[in-house]
């Protein structure tokens, strides 16, 4: 019960709320009865002095519920409030936790909506549920008591009318319910169609894509619109039905009324009180219908928010720290699959310290894959792996994480400053140490120029993407890790600047693994892996790869050819 949780700590605030909900309601239910008072002992007795009384009592009336409903609000603010910054802490807690598998299973514009739309939805629900949920119920027997003790024969037709309206809102709100669903799951792809198109906007252009992006836009937001419409002409049923009954019920107490008044059973005020309550508990059955579509979206955006914290990683954390060991990584017969299909099958490796791993082989051959099993972002499917003699599994995913610098394929940096970018290695690095790894990375030139508090976008879309992957590559050398994995991180940069950075990788005291699809990238390496189809076909240094492996021969003559055709 993620709610229960969420709202413990503001439990005595919404308590209060409520507590001051309810005396406003009282006062609202004193109310006809002080103006049947006017009307039968002031206005028919024609006596000044009872109407100005009343008239006093009505305005305490309003200034007490005034007063009540301040303090609600304040206190229901401040729950509600506190609520949602609750289970936005914990959402973000369970995401920090996410496997990439999660990760990818769940998609990040579907976890973006999920932690402010729906967390909004909910937000909103505690404060109606402190502010209305017990005000109309209590309005509505309170009117159909005070009605009892007025009349009892008249009282009946509010029994009669009362299930009535509250059929027609159980008929209307069990048809809105689906669509309110699918239009959240709708809202999700707008979201996701949004952040394609802004983060590709180049890449449309450049491919002249604006027409078709903007029809699957349309599309899609047609659809919401026919949905949205749908359920709202649904919706919108409910308030002219709600009113018909009532009004129904008004012309009985008015009819039956006058007979009981010229019985002289029934005074007037009395009938202007019991219009009065009649009317009360439309308006109650009214807000009350509203609360019930809160909750019917509300409960949609729970689902919506559970999913998200009752997804675990599967990969199990061990206890273990490393050791020193000459053997770094050991892959033995390692197969891997996505929920899609397999990326990598039978894989067996040995990297010892300070070798220099290149890792080569077509779009799509598994190297990525293979390098993101070492941090432990996926487990192998089958098959163990070692690092420094231990399998991986054992080890405290920090203690792990601490001995691999990850360079990923696309570069990311944060919000900040370039120094703020690169003390995410090693937040006690010195200037020495950041100065050395801009120096390994290449990145010296151009962070000297624009120094090392330059501001940095999010994303770091202030910088080029060559700029980008050099400080990417500096912010893995700078926690000086003992494996260092650079996943077609030298991609955006030139031939001569790639071969710098070869030659001051090699003075690092660290593992390297350089996945890339360039020949020149890896032929240095004391070993280069050639991947096709998740398999290895082949290991060696490159001069014995060109004399057996017929894949590496075949992509080295490529490239080469590559190179001539250029020239
Ligand atoms: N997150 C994922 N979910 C499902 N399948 C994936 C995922 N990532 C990769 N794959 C699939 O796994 C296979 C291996 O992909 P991988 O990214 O490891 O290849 P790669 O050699 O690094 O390719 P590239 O050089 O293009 O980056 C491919 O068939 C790919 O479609």
């Not at 802490?89 to 729906?118: K, Q, S, V, W």
Request: aromatic share 8%; net charge positive; glycine share 6%.
């Amino acid at each position: 019960m993620y709610w229960k949780k969420c709202i413990k700590p503001y439990r005595w605030q919404a308590i209060i709320g409520f507590f001051f909900k309810m005396t406003e309601a009282l006062f609202e239910l004193c109310v006809p009865m002080a103006v049947a008072r006017v009307i039968d002992y002031g206005v028919a007795k024609n006596d000044p002095q009872m109407i100005m009384k009343m008239a006093w009592v009505l305005f305490g009336l309003a200034i007490g519920g005034y007063c009540c409903a301040i303090v609600c609000q304040y206190f229901a603010s401040l729950s509600s409030q506190g609520f949602g910054t609750i289970m936005r802490r914990e959402m973000f807690n369970a995401i920090n936790d996410y496997d990439y598998d999660n990760l990818d299973e769940m998609g990040t514009p579907t976890l973006i909506t999920r932690i402010t739309n729906d967390v909004n939805q909910l937000q909103d629900l505690v404060a109606m549920t402190i502010r209305l949920v017990s005000r109309s119920p209590f309005l509505i027997i309170g009117s159909l008591v005070a009605a009892f003790m007025i009349n009892v024969q008249i009282a009946l037709i509010f029994l009669i009318i009362s299930p009535m309206i509250a059929f027609s809102i159980y008929w209307i709100m069990s048809h809105t319910q689906p669509l309110y669903r699918k239009i959240q799951s709708i809202l999700d792809e707008v979201s996701s169609l949004t952040r394609e198109n802004l983060s590709g906007v180049r890449v449309i252009r450049a491919f002249n894509k604006q027409k078709e992006e903007y029809q699957r836009f349309e599309e899609t937001i047609d659809r919401q619109t026919y949905t949205q419409r749908h359920a709202g002409n649904l919706a919108a049923l409910l308030n002219p039905a709600t009113t018909v009954i009532v009004n129904l019920g008004i012309i009985l107490i008015l009819y039956v009324g006058g007979i009981k008044i010229n019985a002289g059973s029934l005074t007037q005020g009395e009938v202007i009180a019991l219009i009065n309550y009649m009317n009360q508990i439309l308006l109650s059955m009214y807000v009350f219908s509203n609360v019930i579509l809160l909750y019917i979206k509300g409960s949609a955006s729970y689902k919506r928010v559970v999913e998200v914290l009752d997804m675990h990683s599967s990969i199990i954390e061990g206890h273990e720290s490393p050791t020193q060991n000459e053997e770094m990584i050991r892959f033995d017969h390692v197969s891997f699959s996505y929920k899609e299909g397999q990326a990598l099958s039978d894989v067996s490796f040995v990297v010892n310290k300070n070798e220099t791993i290149g890792i080569i082989g077509g779009t799509g051959a598994g190297k990525t894959s293979l390098v993101s099993l070492i941090p432990r972002f996926y487990d192998a499917t089958t098959g163990k792996i070692y690092i420094k003699g231990k399998p991986i599994s054992s080890y405290k995913f920090k203690s792990l994480r601490q001995l691999i610098g990850y360079v990923p394929q696309s570069a990311v940096l944060f919000k900040g400053s370039i120094r703020s970018n690169l003390l995410w290695g090693n937040k006690k690095a010195s200037n020495k140490d950041i100065e050395k790894a801009l120096e390994v990375s290449q990145a010296k030139e151009f962070v000297d120029k624009i120094g090392l508090d330059a501001t940095i976008e999010a994303y770091g879309k202030n910088v080029s993407g060559g700029q980008r992957q050099r400080l990417t590559i500096a912010r893995a050398i700078v926690k000086n890790p003992e494996i260092l994995i650079l996943d077609d991180s030298a991609s955006a940069l030139d031939f001569a600047t790639d071969a710098k950075l070869r030659k001051a990788l090699k003075t690092l005291d660290t593992t390297t693994l350089i996945v890339s699809q360039r020949v020149s990238s890896i032929a240095h390496a004391d070993k280069i892996i050639v991947l096709r189809h998740g398999e290895i076909v082949g290991i060696g240094t490159h001069d014995q790869l060109l004399k057996d492996c017929q894949v590496y021969q075949e992509i080295v003559q490529s490239q080469s050819e590559g190179d001539h055709h250029e020239k």
